[in-house]
Protein backbone atom coordinates (compact mmCIF):
# COMPACT_ATOMS: atom_id res chain seq x y z
CA UNK A 1 0.00 0.00 0.00
CA UNK A 2 2.38 2.70 0.65
CA UNK A 3 4.99 1.79 -2.57
CA UNK A 4 1.42 2.50 -4.18
CA UNK A 5 0.96 6.16 -2.40
CA UNK A 6 4.52 7.05 -3.33
CA UNK A 7 4.45 5.62 -6.83
CA UNK A 8 0.75 7.33 -7.25
CA UNK A 9 2.11 10.90 -5.68
CA UNK A 10 5.77 10.73 -8.28
CA UNK A 11 3.03 10.08 -11.06
CA UNK A 12 0.98 13.14 -10.08
CA UNK A 13 4.14 15.09 -10.28
CA UNK A 14 4.97 13.91 -13.79
CA UNK A 15 1.46 14.42 -15.11
CA UNK A 16 1.81 18.24 -13.45
CA UNK A 17 5.00 18.99 -15.33
CA UNK A 18 2.86 17.99 -18.75
CA UNK A 19 0.25 20.20 -18.00
CA UNK A 20 1.55 23.58 -16.42
CA UNK A 21 2.08 26.78 -18.03
CA UNK A 22 5.29 28.99 -17.21
CA UNK A 23 4.40 31.95 -15.07
CA UNK A 24 6.14 34.83 -14.53
CA UNK A 25 5.75 35.51 -10.97
CA UNK A 26 7.64 32.45 -10.15
CA UNK A 27 11.64 32.97 -10.76
CA UNK A 28 14.29 30.92 -9.37
CA UNK A 29 14.15 27.42 -7.80
CA UNK A 30 12.17 26.25 -4.61
CA UNK A 31 14.14 24.70 -1.48
CA UNK A 32 13.70 21.08 -0.96
CA UNK A 33 12.70 20.68 2.33
CA UNK A 34 15.07 17.66 2.75
CA UNK A 35 17.20 16.91 -0.40
CA UNK A 36 20.59 19.04 0.01
CA UNK A 37 19.82 21.42 -2.97
CA UNK A 38 22.37 22.24 -5.45
CA UNK A 39 20.88 25.73 -6.42
CA UNK A 40 22.92 28.41 -4.53
CA UNK A 41 20.93 31.11 -2.00
CA UNK A 42 21.32 33.75 0.96
CA UNK A 43 19.63 32.51 3.53
CA UNK A 44 19.35 31.67 6.90
CA UNK A 45 17.02 28.22 7.70
CA UNK A 46 15.58 26.89 10.94
CA UNK A 47 15.22 23.24 11.65
CA UNK A 48 13.34 21.18 14.27
CA UNK A 49 13.17 17.35 13.75
CA UNK A 50 11.65 14.44 15.20
CA UNK A 51 12.15 10.75 14.37
CA UNK A 52 11.70 7.27 16.08
CA UNK A 53 11.96 3.50 15.20
CA UNK A 54 10.85 0.46 17.26
CA UNK A 55 12.23 -2.93 16.08
CA UNK A 56 13.16 -6.01 18.10
CA UNK A 57 12.52 -4.58 21.68
CA UNK A 58 14.67 -1.26 21.00
CA UNK A 59 13.32 1.90 20.58
CA UNK A 60 15.42 4.72 19.41
CA UNK A 61 13.95 8.50 19.72
CA UNK A 62 16.28 11.23 17.75
CA UNK A 63 15.14 14.84 18.56
CA UNK A 64 17.32 17.93 16.70
CA UNK A 65 17.66 21.24 16.58
CA UNK A 66 19.77 23.18 13.85
CA UNK A 67 20.73 25.69 12.00
CA UNK A 68 22.15 27.10 8.39
CA UNK A 69 23.59 29.78 7.03
CA UNK A 70 24.41 30.56 3.43
CA UNK A 71 25.46 33.02 1.66
CA UNK A 72 25.61 33.68 -2.46
CA UNK A 73 29.03 35.72 -2.37
CA UNK A 74 28.40 35.13 -6.58
CA UNK A 75 25.67 34.59 -9.34
CA UNK A 76 26.76 30.91 -9.21
CA UNK A 77 29.01 30.72 -5.95
CA UNK A 78 28.09 30.40 -1.89
CA UNK A 79 29.52 29.63 0.82
CA UNK A 80 27.68 27.42 3.66
CA UNK A 81 27.74 26.26 7.52
CA UNK A 82 25.54 24.65 9.58
CA UNK A 83 25.34 23.62 13.79
CA UNK A 84 23.12 21.51 15.99
CA UNK A 85 22.28 20.18 18.72
CA UNK A 86 20.75 16.55 19.18
CA UNK A 87 19.38 14.60 21.90
CA UNK A 88 19.60 10.47 21.44
CA UNK A 89 17.65 7.99 23.26
CA UNK A 90 17.81 4.13 23.21
CA UNK A 91 16.17 1.36 25.27
CA UNK A 92 18.16 0.54 28.21
CA UNK A 93 20.80 3.29 27.58
CA UNK A 94 21.51 6.80 29.14
CA UNK A 95 20.26 9.91 26.73
CA UNK A 96 22.59 11.17 25.08
CA UNK A 97 22.82 15.45 24.44
CA UNK A 98 25.56 16.88 21.70
CA UNK A 99 26.61 19.18 19.46
CA UNK A 100 26.25 18.09 15.56
CA UNK A 101 29.22 18.62 13.95
CA UNK A 102 30.36 21.94 12.79
CA UNK A 103 30.69 22.06 9.13
CA UNK A 104 31.61 24.57 6.31
CA UNK A 105 31.36 23.96 2.39
CA UNK A 106 31.48 25.72 -0.94
CA UNK A 107 28.48 25.31 -3.82
CA UNK A 108 28.38 26.03 -7.46
CA UNK A 109 24.71 26.65 -9.03
CA UNK A 110 24.10 27.66 -12.69
CA UNK A 111 20.67 28.21 -14.35
CA UNK A 112 20.06 28.31 -18.02
CA UNK A 113 17.12 29.68 -19.89
CA UNK A 114 15.13 27.84 -22.22
CA UNK A 115 11.98 29.46 -23.21
CA UNK A 116 9.41 28.84 -20.85
CA UNK A 117 11.90 26.21 -19.27
CA UNK A 118 14.87 26.69 -16.22
CA UNK A 119 17.64 23.98 -16.45
CA UNK A 120 20.12 23.51 -13.44
CA UNK A 121 23.49 22.42 -13.18
CA UNK A 122 25.37 22.52 -9.74
CA UNK A 123 27.44 21.21 -7.03
CA UNK A 124 29.62 21.07 -4.08
CA UNK A 125 32.04 20.57 -1.37
CA UNK A 126 31.22 19.85 2.28
CA UNK A 127 33.51 19.18 4.93
CA UNK A 128 32.15 17.94 8.75
CA UNK A 129 34.21 18.43 11.98
CA UNK A 130 34.57 15.32 14.76
CA UNK A 131 31.43 14.86 16.80
CA UNK A 132 32.99 16.57 19.94
CA UNK A 133 31.82 15.04 23.32
CA UNK A 134 30.17 11.60 21.86
CA UNK A 135 30.22 7.94 21.94
CA UNK A 136 30.76 5.73 19.30
CA UNK A 137 27.14 4.46 18.79
CA UNK A 138 26.45 6.32 16.20
CA UNK A 139 26.46 5.06 12.12
CA UNK A 140 29.39 7.00 12.02
CA UNK A 141 32.63 7.01 14.15
CA UNK A 142 32.65 10.68 15.99
CA UNK A 143 36.23 10.35 16.27
CA UNK A 144 36.90 10.65 12.47
CA UNK A 145 36.06 13.64 9.87
CA UNK A 146 33.48 13.72 7.08
CA UNK A 147 33.69 14.53 3.46
CA UNK A 148 30.60 15.09 1.32
CA UNK A 149 30.70 16.33 -2.51
CA UNK A 150 27.84 16.25 -4.00
CA UNK A 151 26.34 17.12 -7.85
CA UNK A 152 22.59 17.54 -9.22
CA UNK A 153 20.74 18.47 -11.74
CA UNK A 154 17.56 20.64 -11.53
CA UNK A 155 14.54 21.46 -13.82
CA UNK A 156 11.35 24.12 -13.97
CA UNK A 157 8.78 24.78 -15.68
CA UNK A 158 5.38 26.90 -14.79
CA UNK A 159 4.26 25.42 -11.49
CA UNK A 160 6.14 22.67 -12.06
CA UNK A 161 9.88 21.98 -10.36
CA UNK A 162 12.50 19.08 -9.83
CA UNK A 163 15.77 18.77 -8.15
CA UNK A 164 17.88 16.11 -7.98
CA UNK A 165 21.42 15.50 -5.88
CA UNK A 166 23.86 12.75 -6.13
CA UNK A 167 26.26 12.23 -2.80
CA UNK A 168 29.12 10.73 -1.93
CA UNK A 169 30.49 10.59 2.20
CA UNK A 170 33.87 9.40 3.43
CA UNK A 171 34.76 9.56 6.73
CA UNK A 172 38.59 10.11 7.16
CA UNK A 173 41.25 11.23 9.53
CA UNK A 174 43.78 14.25 9.88
CA UNK A 175 46.01 12.63 7.45
CA UNK A 176 43.47 11.75 5.19
CA UNK A 177 44.65 7.83 4.85
CA UNK A 178 43.13 4.67 6.55
CA UNK A 179 45.47 2.49 8.85
CA UNK A 180 45.15 -0.93 9.47
CA UNK A 181 43.69 -0.62 12.42
CA UNK A 182 41.18 2.48 10.96
CA UNK A 183 38.49 1.80 8.63
CA UNK A 184 36.21 5.01 7.22
CA UNK A 185 32.57 4.32 6.46
CA UNK A 186 31.69 5.17 2.83
CA UNK A 187 28.25 5.62 1.26
CA UNK A 188 26.56 7.26 -1.62
CA UNK A 189 23.02 8.79 -1.57
CA UNK A 190 20.47 9.67 -4.47
CA UNK A 191 17.64 12.49 -3.49
CA UNK A 192 14.78 13.95 -5.72
CA UNK A 193 12.71 16.35 -4.94
CA UNK A 194 9.22 17.12 -7.29
CA UNK A 195 7.26 20.04 -5.93
CA UNK A 196 4.65 22.14 -7.42
CA UNK A 197 2.96 25.20 -6.61
CA UNK A 198 -0.83 24.83 -5.32
CA UNK A 199 -1.14 28.54 -5.10
CA UNK A 200 0.93 31.75 -5.53
CA UNK A 201 2.15 31.21 -1.58
CA UNK A 202 1.73 27.10 -1.55
CA UNK A 203 4.31 24.40 -3.02
CA UNK A 204 3.64 20.46 -2.51
CA UNK A 205 7.00 18.11 -2.00
CA UNK A 206 7.03 14.65 -2.94
CA UNK A 207 11.10 13.62 -2.27
CA UNK A 208 12.41 10.65 -2.18
CA UNK A 209 15.99 9.21 -0.85
CA UNK A 210 17.99 6.29 -0.88
CA UNK A 211 21.11 5.70 0.68
CA UNK A 212 23.66 2.98 -0.14
CA UNK A 213 26.74 1.93 2.11
CA UNK A 214 30.01 0.58 -0.26
CA UNK A 215 30.79 -1.77 2.52
CA UNK A 216 26.75 -3.29 2.31
CA UNK A 217 28.07 -5.79 5.16
CA UNK A 218 29.72 -3.83 7.91
CA UNK A 219 28.11 -0.71 7.09
CA UNK A 220 24.51 -2.25 6.10
CA UNK A 221 22.90 0.71 8.85
CA UNK A 222 23.73 3.74 6.66
CA UNK A 223 21.78 2.17 4.37
CA UNK A 224 17.90 3.83 4.16
CA UNK A 225 15.11 4.44 2.10
CA UNK A 226 12.69 7.18 2.77
CA UNK A 227 9.92 9.44 1.19
CA UNK A 228 9.29 12.79 2.53
CA UNK A 229 5.54 14.30 1.35
CA UNK A 230 5.62 18.11 2.86
CA UNK A 231 4.67 21.49 2.05
CA UNK A 232 6.36 24.91 1.99
CA UNK A 233 4.13 28.18 2.98
CA UNK A 234 5.49 31.74 1.76
CA UNK A 235 4.81 34.36 3.79
CA UNK A 236 6.62 37.35 1.32
CA UNK A 237 7.86 39.92 4.30
CA UNK A 238 8.03 36.99 6.74
CA UNK A 239 10.08 34.46 5.37
CA UNK A 240 9.09 30.45 4.28
CA UNK A 241 7.30 28.09 6.95
CA UNK A 242 7.34 24.78 6.03
CA UNK A 243 6.95 21.12 7.42
CA UNK A 244 7.49 17.47 6.05
CA UNK A 245 6.81 13.97 7.54
CA UNK A 246 9.16 10.85 6.91
CA UNK A 247 7.90 7.88 5.85
CA UNK A 248 9.75 4.77 5.32
CA UNK A 249 9.95 2.62 2.26
CA UNK A 250 12.40 -0.22 3.15
CA UNK A 251 11.27 -3.32 5.20
CA UNK A 252 11.91 -2.54 9.46
CA UNK A 253 14.51 -4.94 9.44
CA UNK A 254 16.60 -2.98 7.19
CA UNK A 255 17.29 0.16 9.35
CA UNK A 256 13.96 1.56 8.00
CA UNK A 257 12.80 4.77 11.18
CA UNK A 258 8.77 4.05 12.20
CA UNK A 259 8.08 8.05 11.44
CA UNK A 260 9.84 11.36 11.58
CA UNK A 261 8.84 15.07 10.68
CA UNK A 262 10.52 18.15 10.04
CA UNK A 263 9.60 21.93 10.97
CA UNK A 264 11.86 24.28 9.08
CA UNK A 265 11.54 28.17 8.48
CA UNK A 266 13.18 29.60 5.91
CA UNK A 267 14.37 33.68 5.33
CA UNK A 268 15.93 33.99 2.27
CA UNK A 269 17.60 37.78 1.53
CA UNK A 270 17.87 37.67 -2.29
CA UNK A 271 14.79 36.88 -3.52
CA UNK A 272 15.67 36.14 -7.45
CA UNK A 273 16.81 32.78 -5.77
Known amino acids: MKNIIIISLVFLSSVV ?3 SQPTSSNTGFAHPLQVEPVAVYTKIRG ?4 WDKNFNGVKEINKNVNIEGEYKFSESFSVISSIGRTEYSQTDSAKEITWDRWNGGIKYGKIFDNGSSQFL ?7 YDKKRNAEFREKENPDFY ?3 PNFGLGYKRGIFQIMSEFRFQTETNRHGKESSLEEFKRYYQVGIAPSFAIADSVRIFTELEYREPLDKTADKNLRYFNFYPGVSMNTESFGNFSFSFLMGVLPKGENAMDRGVRFSYFYFFDTSQ
Open 17 to 19: TLY
Open 47 to 50: NVGY
Open 121 to 127: IGGGLRI
Open 146 to 148: LIR
